[in-house]
């Protein structure tokens, strides 16, 4: 197991003053008493995170320079501040650099869809069966009336497929389609003829014995390469993949092979205004590529393409499942520990309890939105559990 960075052992160092007026801001204090505040192993830290903010915060955590009791506290009052726009001071020209790159290319192009998968979905099976709930659904769960996870995502995959109306023998296609929980569950409760597209190769994998004997076909290509037509689509936890400039060819591409009076339920993260770019760290360790829409960029893509029947916001129910999964992810830790580096421990960590922070802060949202041609002619009538 390869290891992280030792607690600091000489004379204590004290912090810049800038990071300790910036985490004061937030009521964050260095080595303070609080479960929220930041004690420092190695005073390297505070290099990282001033000549790298956010990317350098998620590094030094990873090797160890600094731990926190409730990590995900301690993110959601950074965001809730909005600490990126006080910082944007002292690290104006990296930021410029990441913007400027999200800008000239397009980071989702047919030639990089692959890439999050093989980066990120492809890591390990055994990661995700033991941190995930029993159908391995890996997006949020629906914490209306649910007290535990399995529940939680059991909700969430009804509430799907009543809203998508669903009658026994249609053609679904999801994109998407994780590790088959969301294609077995409309296959075995609805009837539904089901094909699901992935960019990874061990989903597709899993997903096809999962699926076994289902009328589920599990195809591993990118959406733009689709062709026939559907009288259902779903997406979940996918549009955040596809990136800002493919926005257009993403929603023509479902337009093509949707059906005139057909439905396409969208499940998305959200942001609660416009970003230019990814959180770098998350860009680098978790999910290259990515970029979360707000809600004016998704209204813009889909003028003229499809009109919204129902717009759905269950964003805090996030920071539920990601400490749940989190939850399971330690108890679980050692089965697969010697597979494993303390150093993937704690990114893996810091991804699961800064994402919950993300959506506690409420600048992360969480989006159903139910989608239809205007050649549709049947009223529809919005769904909750």
């Known amino acids: 197991m390869n ?15 800038i ?26 830290v505070y290099d990282a995170i001033l000549s790298k903010w956010s990317l350098g915060l998620g590094e030094s955590y990873m090797d160890g320079y600094w731990d926190c009791t409730q990590l995900d506290e301690m993110i959601s009052r950074l965001l809730s501040q909005d600490l990126n726009e006080t910082v944007r001071g002292f690290a104006r020209i990296r930021m410029a650099g990441e913007v400027m790159r999200a800008k000239l290319f397009n980071l989702q192009s047919k030639e990089r869809a692959f890439q999050v998968g093989e ?17 391995m659904m890996y997006s949020c769960g629906y914490w209306e009336k649910a007290s535990n996870l399995a529940q939680a995502q059991e909700d969430k995959l009804e509430m799907i497929c009543r809203k998508l109306q669903f009658k026994a023998g249609e053609k679904l296609l999801e994109i998407g389609c994780g590790w088959g929980g969301l294609a077995a569950y409309a296959a075995k409760n609805y009837g539904v003829e089901v094909i699901g597209i992935t960019v990874s190769k061990e989903q597709q994998a899993l997903a096809q014995e999962r699926c076994a ?20 689509i779903v997406s979940v936890g996918m549009f955040e993949h596809v990136g800002e400039k493919n926005y257009i060819a993403y929603f023509d591409a479902a337009n093509r092979l949707l059906k005139d009076d057909g439905l396409f339920l969208l499940h998305t993260i959200g ?3 416009e970003v230019t ?55 679980n830790w050692p089965q697969v520990a010697s597979k494993y580096s303390e150093r993937f421990y704690r990114m893996w960590s810091y991804y699961l309890l800064s994402c919950a922070g993300f959506f506690r802060s409420r600048q992360g949202q969480l989006w159903q939105l139910v989608l239809s041609k205007r050649s549709r002619r049947e009223v529809y009538r919005s769904v909750r559990l």
């Open 271 to 273: 942001s609660d205004v």
């Open 3 to 17: 290891s992280v960075s030792q607690p600091y052992v000489s004379e204590q160092i004290a912090p810049p003053s």
């Open 213 to 232: 004997g289902l009328p589920v076909t599990i195809e591993l290509i990118d959406y733009r390469d689709l062709q026939g037509t559907f009288d259902k």
């Open 119 to 135: 980066q990120h979905y492809d890591i390990g099976n055994d990661i995700f069966e033991r941190m995930l709930d029993h159908r």
């Open 277 to 331: 770019r990814t959180d770098p760290w998350i860009d680098r360790y978790i999910f290259p590529n990515g970029k979360i829409p707000c809600s004016a960029e998704l209204t813009s893509a889909l003028d003229s393409r499809f009109l919204i029947e129902d717009w759905h916001n269950f964003g805090q129910d996030y920071d539920k499942t990601l400490l749940a999964w989190y939850a399971n992810f330690v108890q």
């Open 19 to 44: 990071l300790v007026e910036l985490f004061a801001h937030c009521g964050i204090k260095i080595n303070g008493p609080n479960p929220w505040d930041i004690q420092v192993n190695n005073p390297k």
